[in-house]
């Protein structure tokens, strides 16, 4: 079993920058595939960012590639996403995910099998 605790969260300027940090607690931490996902109010839950359990493999989506980093620290279990040059359409809850297995596209919800509580990012215009 693993628990996400997500944080970092909070309100900012258009074009400031945020850090999201999740710490994770339970065994077997540095095998799992680890992502962050966001949901804006009445839109469904997409993917944000990935990280391969050894953190030699990152994902992105399109919307945030080039403006954000995901990494990740396995002796302290926890994942960072650092995210800059934020947009207004950046504002959701953001929520951390781990996956015990690891081998599939990294990008999808199912995937997933563990969920933080998710932590607000509101970007003002």
């Known amino acids: 079993q693993v628990q996400l605790v997500e944080s970092g969260g909070g309100l900012v300027q258009a074009g400031g920058s945020l850090r999201l940090s999740c710490a994770a607690s339970?065994?077997?931490?540095?095998?799992?595939?680890m992502a962050w996902f966001r949901q804006a109010p009445g839109k469904e839950r997409e993917f944000v960012a990935a990280?391969?359990?050894?953190?030699?493999?990152?994902y992105y989506a399109d919307s945030v590639k080039g403006r954000s980093a995901i990494s990740r620290d396995n002796a302290k279990k926890t994942v960072t996403l650092q995210m800059n040059s934020l947009k207004p359409e950046d504002t959701a809850v953001y929520y951390c995910a781990a996956d015990q297995y690891g081998s599939g596209s990294h990008t999808v919800s199912y995937e997933y099998d563990y969920w933080g509580q998710g932590t607000q990012v509101t970007v003002s215009s």
């Open positions: 339970g065994r077997s931490f540095s095998s799992y595939a």
């Open positions: 990280i391969r359990w050894s953190g030699g493999s990152t």
